[in-house]
């Protein structure tokens, strides 16, 4: 089964400085994608970021970007120029290509922006 | 942009009670799942729904879960007795399959 694991329960930045949240992944799957999701002290999801793990180009949304390295099983989220707004806790999830249609969640890195 | 809503936004019952939590997914979407957050722990899968029928489950979505798509647009989620372990948020999601799965806002289930 996969497994998503975040090693950070929280992080704290100071606003406009640059933070990189960490996740690994396990999985046999060859074909697979990744995402980051905030979820903001609303509970909302939202989100933040997707890559697709034959796509060797790291994705980028404005101020988020990813280093994905496919071999070491690591997708981690760097926030750049953190806002206050850009304060909640981070989800890096798995979703496979293999069969199952759910997302599988790692527990979370709870980010704090210091003004 | 179009949106998957939730509601109630918080619902409250008594143990033992059945409680229906309601979404509607975003229209052109296909496939729709709930998902389970209890307090402070990580987001957990518990069912997807496609082409009328269940096509994957948790170990969590046991005989006292069911879901139903009874019109074409809502999406319920009923839990039949609830228990104390129960009380977590529930997010319903939905996807056209090709991309990412879209939230809604949740809804928060406390039971007393």
């Known amino acids: 089964a996969q497994t998503v694991t975040q090693s950070q329960p929280e992080m704290s930045v100071q606003e406009a400085e640059t933070v990189t949240l960490s996740c690994t992944y396990d999985?046999?799957?060859?074909?697979?994608?990744l995402f980051w999701y905030k979820q903001p002290p609303s509970r909302q999801m939202i989100l933040v970021i997707r890559q697709e793990a034959y796509k060797q180009q790291n994705a980028t949304e404005n101020r988020f970007s990813v280093n994905f390295q496919k071999a070491a099983k690591s997708f981690s989220l760097k926030i750049s120029d953190s806002q206050l707004g850009d304060a909640a806790m981070y989800f890096c999830?798995?979703?496979?290509?293999?069969?199952?249609?759910?997302?599988?969640f790692g527990k979370g890195t709870k980010l704090t922006v210091n003004p | 942009e179009p949106e998957v809503t939730q509601t109630p936004s918080h619902q409250v019952t008594q143990m033992g009670q059945e409680v229906i939590l309601r979404c509607v997914p975003i229209?052109?979407?296909?496939?729709f799942y709930w998902y389970r957050q209890i307090l402070g722990q990580k987001v957990e899968f518990l069912v997807s729904?496609?082409?009328?029928?269940?096509?994957?489950k948790s170990e969590i979505f046991d005989d006292q879960f069911s879901v139903e798509r009874p019109d074409g647009s809502n999406f319920t989620l009923k839990i039949r007795s609830t228990k104390l372990e129960d009380s977590a948020m529930y997010f319903c999601?939905?996807?056209?399959?090709?991309?990412?799965?879209?939230f809604g806002d949740g809804t928060r289930l406390s039971i007393l």
């Open positions: 729904f496609y082409n009328n029928e269940i096509s994957e």
């Open positions: 229209s052109n979407h296909l496939y």
């Open positions: 999601a939905s996807t056209t399959g090709f991309q990412p799965q879209h």
């Open positions: 999830a798995y979703y496979g290509q293999g069969g199952s249609e759910k997302l599988v």
């Open positions: 999985t046999s799957e060859s074909d697979y994608y």
